[in-house]
């Protein structure tokens, strides 16, 4: 009981020096983000996997719906359909959009379908972590003042091929609805790997060439600016300082310092000209089943058939079948998770929740190019 009425008092003086009232200023988000991921990915208490283009990920779709609403948001659904093999299959986008002092938008996009359930994975950190903390980060924004306008996007069908991000960059340019916008974040994998990076795109435009081209984009198009990216580094260094701060991996082969390939829902972005960042938990410095590519996520024994911890790979590289993945993998689920990493997804999850509010509500860490 003393601790209680302790915090509650100094929680008061924190809150009388900063000069805020709102109630929003009482709330943990990366806490509740944290309960959002429960309901996404939990298949008792949540939804459990949810496959592109199944009953589940129209579940999702529907949770979402009811969650962005109950925030007061006006929920656009964008259905869409696409080809998969000899199948034509459709899923829908959520789009929520809050209004801020300018008309300069940033888009924060996080896909809410998951793959791997034949594996056993539940999709808890691809993508369940960033839909989790996207939904608990638009939650908080309705409460605030922003300086920018803020669109959130959540792309149903990434995992068969970016599906519902190239239907929305498609259709936003056709509809110039992309002239305002001046940086896009997407939030992939948030959680579970043992850094959290942020990166920017890729320098050398052929690393996304044949995405640009399905949405009938060419190389004056394409932008790989840094400046997001940057940004982004620098909110996580004020909220988190330099000990929990923004990983920028350094140059490997084939993916110069802090740039990343075309394999998510950013690429259709910068091919039409948006900055990007990309923030996904992962670990660049082992050397994996395709080199230094950020695809093995941990160095954690239970991740690997046995990991060559001097040589940062696998013990044997032609025999190695686990790679030190978590997504797509049985070990995507919450329970595995916890038993790996105590408490690690909690953290990222809340790191990432403050660290982008801090970056969304101030008008001074983009730098507009
Ligand atoms: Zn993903």
Known sequence: MKNGIISLLSLSVLVGISGCNSDSDTIDYGKKASSYLVEIADEVEGIGAREASTPEEAAMGNWLYDTLTGFGYDVEVQPFTYQKGDKLLSSNNYIVEKQGASEKTIVLAAHYDSTGSDHGSLGATDNGAGVAAAVAIAENLMQETLPYTVRIL????????????????????????????????????????????????????????????????????????????????????????????????????????????????????????????????????????????????????????????????????????????????????????????????????????????????????????
């Not at 995992?159 to 916008?181: C, F, I, M, P, T």
């Not at 960042?277 to 160095?299: K, R």
């Open 154 to 369: 959540f792309p149903g069908a990434e995992e068969n091929g970016l599906n519902g991000s190239l239907h929305y960059v498609r259709q936003a340019l056709a509809h110039n609805q992309l002239d305002n916008v001046i940086a896009m974040i997407n939030y992939d994998t948030v959680g579970g790997g043992d850094y959290v990076y942020v990166h920017a795109a890729h320098s050398d435009y052929a690393e996304y060439q044949s995405t640009c081209e399905k949405l009938g984009l060419t190389e004056s198009d394409y932008n790989s600016q840094t400046h997001i990216r940057d940004a982004m580094l620098q909110a996580s260094i004020d909220v988190k300082g330099e000990d929990g701060k923004y990983t920028v991996h350094p140059a490997f082969p084939g993916y110069p310092e802090g740039e990343t390939g075309s394999w998510s829902d950013h690429a259709g972005f910068a091919c039409a000209g948006i900055p990007i960042a990309y923030v996904e938990a992962t670990n660049f410095n082992i050397n994996g089943e395709y080199g230094f590519d950020g695809y093995s996520q941990t160095t954690n024994p239970n991740a690997w058939d046995c990991y060559d911890a001097e040589n940062k790979t696998a013990c044997d590289r032609d025999t190695e079948s686990k790679w030190g993945k978590i997504w797509h993998t049985e070990l995507d689920r919450l329970d595995k998770l916890e038993e790996l990493f105590p408490g690690r997804v909690d953290q990222q999850l809340s790191n990432n929740v403050n660290i982008v509010l801090r970056l969304l509500t101030t008008g001074t860490y983009i730098d507009e190019k």
